[in-house]
């Protein structure tokens, strides 16, 4: 019977798939000392205290007290080993190609870019704000736009104010502004958008419109500035006319046949379990490399989940200048959560813990999974834009919904997004695919999950069967011929950008 | 004619009413070397190379040229002035009452508190989340709430989601993330909540439900997991039930006849210009002064733009224990900003300058003018919640959107918002009443601003005249008589607690 999953013939625990009652044998020779609940580890033999505990192949941690074969293995009981030196890391010792399946389709139907680069999967109409200052008028505008305006022209999917905490109380100057006002410059240019600009301001804040703006694109066609107009019916009136006709030229875009290489995702992992690592995850690390090699890009990204598995990515590398990028991105950090009093140790969510992940190690090793095994062709900073194709890490926070709005602004037109403990978690510019790492999140989100990997921990299924599903229904939401169910309910979270620097 | 102003007998510059044209004598003797925009300074003496600019009978910096009688002195001219050391600052010195008028009123309509203390000014169902995950499923059941159920409950004003982006993806136990939480959990207790409360959880998130509930109210009752229920019409069905057997409860509560000694009201303000420190916010602090003498509660804060003058405010300060925390708040934000390398000259916008603040020594004087004259009672920590009564100083950044949300965690229920170049902020939770500094912003923003004290710099009006009809405003705002523009047109930004702890 199955009853637990043990990864690498290195590892001296396994995870239950099940709860694990006390006194049940698990595998031949190992039987439970205590209860074992779902997703969390057995020792499979003595691990005296000091000695390594280890899954995936590497050391989790080293055992605080001695740990007895068939005990449960609990987050009180390891301590984190020291961090990678990011300073020193071996590149492209594994940046080759492991994955040798061919991708079943390397078309989609998606909206060609007006300005060249990657296409889009939807077609929107984004009202992009330099301040939160205007968010109350533009919500009230954009409101009307949905009823109004937005049925006259229906191949538009929608309407959509970017709104943001920043754009004024902020030092503009602090060295790491420029992480968000990039973001925001680069999200005015995600192809969902379709090349068309739109830009309400109010006049005095600190993020000029020439921040984000170029010369050609800065003018009266595109932007509308609140302190220039007579009051609130203006504003309103002067939103909607812009919007309706930005709306008429979005409205002539059609879907073409376009080749998987102008397609550019994101994955993130959110409220992740001891699951995860064995089945979500590694399902859309599948998906990614049939992608990747089908010439698409892929991002991946949430830096404290992936800093303490550096040194294996390090390896996937394709060239020592990618290689240094991602050593600065993860010391960026390191010295961000320093100045913060913090470490790495802050990441685990008691969500997480419960779901059976003891450390920031046990869940770096799980959340790499998802980024498959193709080569890492290119790092980015938070919110910075590809210059390449393929798979790409781009830093951003490891909290959702930051990942989620840094990940939009690096050019993601669509999102997978694999969940243990289950988030009803959406975008408003991208469709977010959900992929639950157990059945019996399925079971009680039937509405919220698309796609259930926790067949894979059970054996119903494997994982290249689940990524080959998960790889279908991308190129189906891509082109428009499938919805998920954040899409379908509008389910959508604030656009919570990454401002590392002070407010004022 | 009435073409410029001088504040102060010491002063060697003056603050042009409107724009003065090169050559035109403004007052005996001065005649303008240069066209001097309005709200713009004019040397009314020779200022040699490094020698100090005097306004508000303070040094706003020292020239950094020899600048002739009649010129334009405009923030490329100054040098800033050492900060204020505070560390050493002289206390109660000016903590008296030098104000003799007596209120028109002691009363209020108000919303008596079921748990005491300040009274709530209008009654709303707020509906908390721990975190950012769950907002996109609150904001559709909000929607349907709104238009489904609160129609049945006429007492009820409105139904609001508190939603923030806060709550995972940070570092919980950072020493700064004591901030957020506070302000998260003071906020429910917001009276003009009316003490129902109501939280909607994910279940494995940081912020978890006993941070900010205490264990009589963190029951079914009051509490929502989603992770809990079977999907998302379980979701939607569970928040629309639960609110509206909160908003049957709020539909009993009547406004009575309070003394004006439990309402508590916010100032801030936005967008300031040369004239705010002459007309709007001088007359802000005339109504605060009156309501402070009728026993009311007011809050000032924005820590940046009171730094250069908080030498001035420690005067005022009743105790040295009080000037010990003013002087801890200040040093603290001196650190925030240090560690992201920026200092308070970071603070002016470019709306600022264009108004006239030449820098943040000019627009800390011009914003300590809103407070009045009464002594200061107590200093509180950016969203702790007042222990006294009287004029209190509420550390928060001087960002509109994040103080306002700060206050309304500290408990005010009413804000009263001076503006120079002209904002359309709002609060959800509380009325925000409008005062521009010049009647041109209240011409061109006719419905949007409340009142204008831009008549004060012509002289068509004074201070205290249009301090009591601010106080008077304020007293019919709180008692549900009159709404301002922002809540009539319902409109209000984005919820922006302060964050100084790391995203993780």
């Known amino acids: 019977m199955h009853r637990c999953i043990k990864i690498n013939s290195a590892d001296n625990v396994a995870v239950a798939i099940n709860h694990i009652g006390k006194g049940t044998v698990v595998i031949d020779g190992v039987s439970a000392r205590n209860d074992i609940p779902q997703g969390h580890k057995i020792a499979l033999e003595e691990i005296p205290e000091g000695s390594p505990i280890i899954r995936y192949g590497v050391i989790l ?20 080993p020291p961090t990678p030196d990011v300073t020193r890391m071996t590149f492209g010792t594994r940046a080759g190609w492991d994955f040798h399946h061919t991708p079943p389709k390397t078309t989609f139907e998606g909206y060609r870019n007006p300005k060249g680069g990657f296409a889009g999967t939807r077609n929107i109409l984004a009202i992009t704000t330099t301040v939160q200052c205007v968010a109350g008028v533009l919500n009230i505008a954009v409101d009307r736009i949905r009823r109004e305006i937005l049925p006259k022209y229906p191949n538009v999917d929608d309407v959509i104010p970017i709104n943001h905490a920043y754009g004024c109380g902020v030092a503009i100057d602090a060295p790491d502004a420029v992480i968000p006002i990039r973001a ?6 995600n192809t969902n958008f379709g090349g068309e600009i739109m830009v309400v301001a109010l006049g005095c804040e600190k993020l000029t419109v020439d921040r984000i703006l170029g010369d050609q694109d800065n003018n009266g066609g595109n932007v509308i500035v609140l302190q220039e107009l007579e009051g609130f019916d203006a504003m309103i009136r002067a939103v909607m ?9 979005l409205n002539e875009r059609r879907r073409e046949t376009l080749p998987l290489s102008d397609l550019c995702i994101g994955i993130q992992c959110g409220g992740s379990d001891a699951f995860s690592g064995i089945t979500s995850n590694p399902a859309a690390g599948f998906a ?6 089908a010439g698409a890009t892929v991002l991946f990204s949430e830096v404290t989940e992936v800093r303490d598995g550096v040194h294996i990515l390090a390896e996937r590398c394709v060239s020592e200048e990618v290689c240094k990028k991602l050593g600065n991105e993860m010391a960026w950090y390191d010295n961000y959560l320093n100045k913060g009093q913090v470490d790495r140790s802050a990441n685990p969510t008691p969500g997480n813990k419960k779901g059976g992940l003891s450390n920031i190690v046990e869940k770096a090793m799980g959340s790499i999974t998802k ?32 990942c989620g709005a840094m990940q939009l602004a690096s050019g993601i037109t669509l999102q997978v997004f694999t969940t ?12 977010v695919i959900k992929v639950s790492s157990r059945t019996s999140l399925k079971n009680i989100w039937n509405d919220l999950i698309d796609i259930d990997a926790g067949t894979i921990a059970t054996g119903e299924s494997t994982i290249e069967e689940k990524g080959m599903e998960l790889f279908d229904y991308i190129v189906r939401v891509a082109s428009g011929e499938a919805r998920p169910a954040a899409e379908k309910y509008r389910i959508a979270n604030d656009l919570c950008i990454f401002n590392p620097a002070p407010v004022t």
């Open 61 to 80: 941690g080293y055992a605080l007290q001695d740990i007895r074969k068939g005990d449960w293995v609990n987050e009180n009981m390891l301590e984190l």
């Open 184 to 189: 925001i410059k680069n999200l005015l240019d």
């Open 288 to 293: 990614a490399d049939l992608l990747v090699k």
């Open 420 to 431: 243990g403990r289950g988030t009803p978690y959406g975008l408003a510019a991208a469709p």
């Open 371 to 402: 980024s498959g095994t193709s080569p890492i062709v290119e790092v980015l900073a938070p919110g910075e834009k590809p210059g390449r194709k393929g798979l790409i890490f781009a830093a951003t926070p490891a909290s959702d919904f930051v």
């Open 241 to 249: 006319e812009m919007a309706e006709r930005k709306l008429a030229r």
